[in-house]
């Protein structure tokens, strides 16, 4: 059975850190590329990142570009997300997806709660 | 950007009738769209992928059409958990970006 585990959702102040965590399992892991999307309260959901594979491709959502990076650990089966100078608009719920074959999204996570506030 | 409206904004259906949604592109995504469904609190599930087809385990009354700009998500016969959030989502130029939909909730009239 596919399984994306999320972790490392917190209550964190505008500027500050965090670093979220995906665990794989029950499926070749280094074999896909995934995603994280997010949802902020009560709304829509928008594409925060990608990484491929073997992590030769990396992408970002505008918003999020030059606070966020993306990783991979292959043989932890495992996604990161380090979230730096955080801003109230990064409150949400945050995902990570597998991503199939031609590019949607077929297994999600059920998601970690990252709330930035004073 | 490619950006995806979706339309109606929430459609009120009894069940056993038929819903259908309307997901519209900026620009044309081919037939690169994905269906989703969210119920409250959980994670969304993949419905449709290349705007036809349906994932693994969806029942057959869920079906999708359309092409280019214009896509259609039909629920035939809706039952009571059918009721949720729908997000249609372009995935033609990823992995450099994907885009959603703002989202159509059904919901029981």
């Known amino acids: 059975e596919v399984q994306l585990v999320e972790s490392g959702g917190a209550l964190v102040k505008p500027g500050g850190s965090l670093r979220l965590s995906c665990a794989a399992s029950?499926?070749?892991?280094?074999?896909?590329?995934i995603s994280w999307v997010r949802q902020a309260p009560g709304k829509g959901l928008e594409w925060v990142s990608s990484i491929s594979s073997k992590s030769t491709s990396i992408n970002y959502a505008d918003s999020v570009k030059g606070r966020f990076t993306i990783s991979r650990d292959n043989a932890k089966n495992s996604l990161y997300l380090q979230m730096n100078s955080l801003r109230a608009e990064d409150t949400a719920v945050y995902y990570c997806?597998?991503?199939?074959?031609?590019?949607?999204?077929?297994?999600w996570g059920q998601g970690t709660l990252v709330t930035v506030s004073s | 950007e490619i950006v995806m409206t979706q339309s109606p904004a929430t459609l009120s259906v009894s069940p056993g009738e038929r819903a259908t949604l309307s997901c519209r592109a900026s620009?044309?995504?081919?037939?690169?769209l994905a269906w989703y469904q969210q119920k409250p609190g959980q994670a969304p599930r993949l419905l449709i992928y290349?705007?036809?087809t349906r994932a693994t385990g969806i029942p057959a009354r869920f079906s999708g059409s359309g092409s280019g700009t214009e896509f259609t998500l039909t629920i035939s016969g809706l039952q009571s958990e059918d009721f949720a959030i729908y997000y249609c989502q372009q995935y033609n130029n990823w992995p450099l970006a994907w885009t959603f939909g703002q989202g159509t909730k059904v919901e029981i009239k």
């Open positions: 029950g499926f070749t892991f280094n074999i896909y590329t």
């Open positions: 997806a597998r991503v199939g074959s031609d590019g949607w999204n077929d297994y």
């Open positions: 290349g705007a036809s």
């Open positions: 620009q044309s995504v081919s037939n690169n």
